[in-house]
């Protein structure tokens, strides 16, 4: 391990296997509320719950085969659902919601991954993926292009932000000044500045991901900037400025990631059919 990367990873740390059996895992995220983590089985049709206490159990299902999740400024369960082609919210009494289904009349591809800034607007990729029965459904694409979305706080604005790429994972800077995106066909994370109306603009090159199979794919960012990302070989890591600082390894190929427990110092990493965690020194950006 190189002396930038331990900065970050302590010595002698490696990715600890949680579960495994799962047909695709993706979208984790931690519930800071209740303790536990939650992620998508997306061919398995489920959200499903893991706890230090008991381990694995069932969360929902069907899940509407489920991919990105996130937790809004209430603390309610955002999910990006392939087999619905929409953006759910789960209330507090447990009701399923949709907040984003169509733009113009046409209904979304296949909603991906979804962020919430702080001012409570929700921002998600729309690329093809799902629209298969493995990880959605076979049905027919609306729109011409692969979006990235805006909802504006008060949930009836849905504004169209990118339509130049297929977009995939996508995070917030720690200031939210910044959101970067990931494009898994081009290879690369692109970074756009945030507009003070959340609009985004001066989209550029953040950083090249090379190899097959399939990277980048999700993407967190530490609470100092540096940017995690999904990829051959493990955790890739980037530097605020966009210089890799090295691959955090991962037995199986990762998808996607989040911080987790209290002090929000450990990586959640699903990985194909397993689920994993490492612990940082840094801290990440709680959500």
């Known amino acids: 391990m190189n002396s930038l990367l331990k900065h970050i990873v302590p010595e002698g740390s490696r990715a600890e296997r949680l579960a495994t059996g799962f047909h695709f895992t993706e979208g984790p995220v931690w519930n800071a509320k209740g303790g536990y983590l939650l992620f998508s089985d997306i061919p398995g049709n489920r959200i499903v719950k893991w706890t230090p206490e008991n381990g694995i159990s069932e969360f929902r299902a069907p899940s509407g085969k489920s991919n990105g999740l996130t937790i809004d400024k209430k603390g309610r369960l955002i999910a990006c659902e392939h087999a619905n082609r929409r953006v759910s919210r789960t209330e507090e009494d447990g009701?399923?919601?949709?907040?984003?289904?169509?733009?113009?009349?046409?209904r979304?591809?296949?909603?991906?991954?979804?962020?919430?800034?702080?001012?409570?607007?929700?921002?998600?990729?729309?690329?093809?993926?799902?629209?298969?029965?493995?990880?959605?459904?076979?049905?027919?694409?609306?729109?011409?292009?692969?979006?990235?979305?805006?909802?504006?706080?008060?949930g009836d604005h849905l504004s169209l932000l990118i339509d130049d790429s297929v977009p995939n994972g996508l995070a917030f800077s720690p200031d939210e000044s910044l959101l970067y995106i990931a494009d898994t066909e081009m290879n690369h994370i692109r970074v756009f500045d945030v507009k003070d109306n959340g609009k985004t603009t001066?989209?550029?090159?953040?950083?090249?991901?090379?190899?097959?199979?399939l990277a980048p794919d999700g993407l967190k960012v530490d609470s100092e900037g540096n940017v995690y990302v999904t990829g051959k070989g493990g955790?890739?890591?980037?530097?605020?400025?966009?210089?890799?600082?090295?691959?955090i390894p991962i037995p199986e190929l990762p998808a996607n990631l989040c911080w987790g427990d209290k002090d929000w110092k450990t990586l959640y990493i699903t990985a194909r059919t397993s689920v994993y965690r490492i612990r940082l020194n840094i801290i990440g950006i709680p959500v």
């Open 235 to 247: 955790i890739w890591v980037f530097n605020p400025d966009g210089r890799r600082i090295g691959i």
């Open 202 to 213: 001066n989209g550029r090159i953040f950083a090249e991901i090379s190899g097959e199979p």
């Open 95 to 106: 009701k399923v919601v949709t907040v984003a289904s169509h733009y113009n009349g046409k």
């Open 108 to 154: 979304l591809n296949s909603p991906n991954d979804v962020v919430v800034k702080s001012d409570g607007s929700i921002y998600f990729t729309d690329p093809p993926y799902g629209l298969n029965p493995v990880f959605g459904t076979f049905e027919e694409q609306e729109l011409p292009f692969y979006g990235v979305y805006r909802l504006a706080p008060d």
